[in-house]
């Protein structure tokens, strides 16, 4: 494996367009507050990284599909890593929001 291929990012918008084809699927934004009302991709749900043990109430079933995203795709992975241990078998970083192609909601 190349060191070009070590560095690919995920892609955001494969990720939206997959999350959109799994009924029940949740897409979660991991950044703060105020960077989720400044603009989101619509239907995602907003759980700042630091709060992520939220995620148990809000989803109690983990087998729940959980699409998770940020602004560059480091806090969304770490948020996945966090998911993981606390029993979802089911989630995936997605990226960052910057490499968005779509119309964001606010």
Known sequence: MSLFGFLKLPDINKGVEEYSSLEGAVLLDVRDKEEYQAGHIPGAVNIPRDEISRAKEMFPDAETPIFAYCYSGRRSDIAVTALKKMGYQNVRNIGGIT?????LEK
């Open 99 to 103: 490499a968005f192609k779509g119309e």
